[in-house]
């Protein structure tokens, strides 16, 4: 992988002396994608699966295309198990709102969840007083696998878990629990917003029902998620919007959903941004993805190298077996924040500071009651980069 010339396909990194560290919130987005985008703006902007006239043509086969680019990269079967969402987020929201609860269902979550999949399954809980129960990782932020054999039973609906935490970066062991709820007949919901741009995903292989992603952290640009729902499930998941597009028949008093990933985009779906997401996705398999991850392993394990070195430093998550990408820590009697904007002041250096929507998990199982300071990295990066951040920190704690 040449960093050098990769660096130059990012317009910002050239506009913007920064140092970019915060790539497990967002990505930044390459010229490619860019353009891409501008070229439906200016040369076939018009509104898809609509129009019989050729712009609308056109606009239609770029988004169809974006879209086979994407069940390709996930290797799910057919095109019409690719929904679009704005992301991540308002995946996880579609399932949970459009499943069918009964009272005697239960819900599996977990403390290691990012918000966005923690917050839904507590409000389903609440609305339709259905279990739910949530499993607490250890201290290193691994799971103890009999865990999940112990609360799952029969009344499992769901069992909905991260693939890669947003706080250290651990993979969790989807496989196996996917086998275990299907044992129980159970669904399972991926969330794969961090793992996807990293590791892209074999949803066929993996065997999951649902997953979730967002383009905006994988190079693509912001207002586009991708939804995953298996061909078989779709029946049973009642659409969040209903409206124009979504529809097969309509009369005076009733209609009929149309049976394919346009039940789930009412409305004018984010044209512009999944045809830029399709090029993203080109962009990062024309690197290569296992690249780009021995990459991010690569440096995240530099960063680890010097700061286990530091006394007053503690990094959570344990030794960097199965890690990708992200490191967090805390520098003992500085808060978070703080640190987090002197680096910016004195070197230019964007990185994430406080809960990183995983409250449960900080405040329960790291007891940082100000937050962590997280670093997460991408294929731009470079090791200079990493040097200044670690010249910064030793200054502060070595
Ligand atoms: C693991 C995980 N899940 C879900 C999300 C939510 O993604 P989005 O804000 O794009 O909806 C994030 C965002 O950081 C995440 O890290």
Redesign the pocket.
């Known amino acids: 992988m040449n960093i050098k010339e990769i660096r130059k396909d990012f317009p910002i990194l050239r506009k913007k002396k920064i140092i970019y560290l915060d790539n497990?919130?967002t990505s930044l987005t390459p010229n490619l994608v860019i353009d891409k985008m501008i070229e439906y703006y200016k040369e076939y902007r018009s509104n898809i699966g609509r129009g019989i006239y050729e712009l609308s043509q056109l606009a239609t086969t770029e988004y169809e295309k974006a879209k086979a680019t994407i069940q390709n990269f996930i290797r799910a079967k057919s095109s019409s198990e690719i929904i679009t969402t704005k992301?991540?987020?308002?995946g996880i929201n579609i399932i949970a709102n459009g499943l069918k609860w009964k009272k005697e269902d239960n819900i599996i979550s977990t403390v290691l969840e990012?918000h966005?999949?923690y917050l839904p399954w507590i409000r389903i809980r609440n609305k339709y007083k259905v279990g739910l129960e949530i499993i607490y990782p250890d201290y290193n932020g691994k799971f103890n696998i009999n865990d999940f054999e112990d609360k799952i039973n029969e009344n499992t609906k769901i069992v909905s878990i991260?693939h890669?935490?947003?706080v250290i970066g651990n993979l969790v062991p989807i496989d196996k629990i996917v086998k275990i709820a299907h044992d129980y007949g159970a669904m399972v919901l991926i969330?794969g917003?961090?793992s996807v741009p990293h590791l892209g995903i074999n949803v066929n292989k993996i065997d999951c029902d649902f997953l979730v992603f967002?383009g905006?952290?994988m190079c693509g640009p912001t207002g586009i998620?991708i939804l995953y729902i298996k061909k078989e499930l779709q029946e049973k998941i009642e659409p969040l919007n209903i409206g124009g597009g979504s529809i097969k028949r309509v009369e005076k008093d009733n209609f009929e959903f149309l049976l394919n990933s346009n039940k789930f985009e009412a409305g004018t779906p984010p044209i512009a941004q999944l045809i830029g997401l399709g090029e993203a996705i080109k962009y990062l398999q024309s690197i290569g993805l296992e690249n780009i991850a021995n990459h991010d392993i690569s440096l995240i394990h530099k960063v680890y190298d010097c700061l286990s070195q530091i006394k007053d430093i503690e990094i959570y998550g344990g030794n960097l077996k199965n890690r990708i990408g992200i490191i967090s820590f805390n520098i003992k009697g500085v808060i978070p924040h703080d640190l987090a904007l002197s680096l910016d002041i004195s070197s230019n250096i964007c990185i994430r500071s406080g809960f990183l929507?995983a409250e449960p998990l900080i405040k329960n199982i790291f007891k940082a009651p100000n937050g962590v300071i997280r670093l997460s990295t991408y294929l731009y990066n470079n090791e200079r980069e990493i040097d200044v951040f670690l010249e910064n920190i030793l200054k502060i704690a070595g």
């Not at 992301?87 to 308002?90: F, I, L, M, R």
């Open positions: 497990a919130a992301n991540a987020t308002e990012h966005s999949n991260t890669l935490s947003n969330d917003a961090q967002s905006h952290k998620g929507c």
